[in-house]
C-alpha cells in the first residue's frame, strides 16, 4: 500500500473510532485519533482512541497513552484538528509533538473559534509535517452536529418516523406498536448515539414513554430527554417525570406558564426553559434550538410527533430522516405518519436526497439526508 491509501485506511479506522463516542461526547465533538509506525511497507497500530464520555480526555490524548513511547517517529490520523487552546486540558496539538509524532493525517479544520486552523499551524511549525482534508466529506458527517452547534447556533436535528404499509402512525390517542424489533433496537441504537431525543407534548400525552435506550447493557448511554410543552402540559406522574433523577428530563415551555406550576416541576428535578412563542402561539423552535445549542447539545433525535416534525422540516431544521415502513397495513382510517406536504418536502430532492431502502428484519428503512 502506498502512503495515501495507508492515510485512507488509518483515517476509516479513526471515523469509526469516532463514531462510537457519538451521543456521549456533548458539548465536544466526538473525535478519533490512531497512531501507527511503518515496518517496512507494513503500518503497525500501536495506539487508537476516542473523545471519552463528557468530552474529555480528547481523542489524541488517549491514543497517546496508549502508544507511550512507539509514538516517537510514528503518523497519527484525527478526524478533526487537534486543537490548539488551553481549555479544561492543555492543547492536543503540544501533546503530539511532547510524543514525538513526525506526521499527522487530519480530516478537517476545527470550525470552534479557539482552533479554526491553529492546532494545524502549531504542528506546523513544530517541524511535523501535516495532511489535511483525508475522507473531509465522512469526517464532516461525523463531526455534523458539532459543526452546526459552532456555525449555526443549533443542534443538527435527525427525524426519525415509523409507519404502516398504508402510511399510518398509529391511532388517535393509541400508541400503536408499528415497527418490528429490528427496527426498534435500530432506533434505541440512534437513541445512544444522540445527545437527546426531543418530543411535542401531544406524544408525552398519548403514550407515556420513556425514550431511553433499553438494548441490554447500554441503559447508561440513554440520552437527555426534552419535551416541547407550551403550556407545561406534562403530567407528574409521567414516566418521563418521575424517572428524571436516573434519565435527564428538560422541558422547553412558554412565557405564560405560571412560575408556581415551573416551581413544582423543578422540586421533582425536571429542569424548565422558558422560550419565546412564534406568531401562532408554538414555541419558537430556532429559539429552542439555540438555546439547547448553548447548554452544549450537539445531535437530536426527534422522535414524536406529527405536528413536531412538520414544524422542524417546515423551518428548515432537519438534517436527516430516516422512515421505517412495516410490511403490515392498519386497513382502517388513523393518524398519518407524514401528511401530504411533509412528505412532497421530504421527497424534493432540492431537499432532500434519498438512499436507497435498507430491510430491517420485516420492515424497509429509508434515510433521507438533507442537501446543503
Ligand atoms: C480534540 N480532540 O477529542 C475533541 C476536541 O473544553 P475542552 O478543553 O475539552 O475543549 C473543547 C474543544 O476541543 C471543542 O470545542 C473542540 O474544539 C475540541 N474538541 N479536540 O483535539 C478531541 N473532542
Ligand atoms: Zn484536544
Not at 433499553?214 to 437527555?224: A, C, D, E, I
Amino acid at each position: 500500500m502506498n502512503a495515501p491509501a495507508i492515510d485512507e485506511w488509518m483515517m476509516r479506522h479513526a471515523l469509526m473510532l469516532a463514531r462510537r463516542g457519538l451521543g456521549r461526547t456533548w458539548p465536544n465533538p466526538s473525535v478519533g485519533a490512531v497512531i501507527w509506525r511503518m515496518e517496512g511497507d507494513h503500518p503497525f497500530i500501536v495506539g487508537r482512541g476516542y473523545t471519552q464520555p463528557g468530552g474529555r480526555p480528547h481523542a489524541e490524548t488517549e491514543a497517546i497513552a496508549m502508544a507511550g513511547e512507539a509514538a516517537r517517529g510514528a503518523s497519527m490520523a484525527v478526524t478533526l484538528e487537534p486543537c490548539a487552546h488551553h481549555g479544561k486540558t492543555p492543547p492536543c496539538a503540544e501533546a503530539i509533538i511532547r510524543a514525538g509524532i513526525t506526521r499527522i493525517v487530519s480530516a478537517m479544520n476545527d470550525p470552534d473559534p479557539r482552533v479554526d486552523g491553529g492546532g494545524h499551524a502549531i504542528l506546523l511549525s513544530a517541524g511535523i509535517a501535516v495532511v489535511t482534508g483525508v475522507l473531509a466529506a465522512e469526517a464532516r458527517g461525523v463531526n455534523l452536529g458539532f459543526i452546526h452547534k459552532i456555525v449555526d447556533h443549533r443542534p443538527l436535528i435527525t427525524l426519525k418516523l415509523a409507519q404502516t404499509a398504508d402510511g399510518y402512525a398509529g391511532v388517535t390517542g393509541r400508541q400503536l406498536m408499528v415497527s418490528s424489533v429490528g427496527s426498534k433496537q435500530r432506533v434505541h441504537l440512534a437513541r445512544a448515539n444522540h445527545d437527546a431525543i426531543m418530543v411535542g407534548i401531544g406524544t408525552v400525552l398519548a403514550d407515556n414513554p420513556d425514550l431511553t435506550c433499553r438494548l441490554p447493557g447500554m441503559m447508561q448511554f440513554s440520552p437527555v430527554r426534552i419535551v416541547i410543552d407550551t403550556h407545561l402540559s406534562t403530567p407528574m406522574n409521567s414516566r418521563l417525570v418521575e424517572t428524571c433523577a436516573t434519565v435527564p428530563t428538560w422541558i422547553i415551555i412558554g412565557p405564560n406558564v405560571s412560575e408556581k406550576s415551573v416551581e413544582l416541576m423543578r422540586e421533582k428535578g425536571v429542569l424548565i426553559e422558558r422560550v419565546s412563542l412564534n406568531k401562532s402561539g408554538h414555541i419558537h423552535l430556532p429559539d429552542a434550538l439555540r438555546l439547547l445549542a448553548e447548554k452544549g447539545i450537539t445531535r437530536i433525535l426527534s422522535e414524536g410527533g406529527p405536528l413536531l416534525a412538520e414544524a422542524l422540516v417546515e423551518q428548515d431544521l432537519v438534517d436527516s430522516v430516516e422512515i421505517y415502513t412495516s410490511p403490515d397495513r392498519l386497513g382502517r382510517e388513523g393518524v398519518l405518519a407524514v401528511r401530504p406536504h411533509l412528505r412532497e418536502k421530504i421527497e424534493n430532492q432540492r431537499h432532500f436526497s434519498k438512499a436507497e431502502p435498507v430491510a430491517i428484519g420485516r420492515d424497509r428503512l429509508i434515510h433521507y439526508t438533507r442537501i446543503k
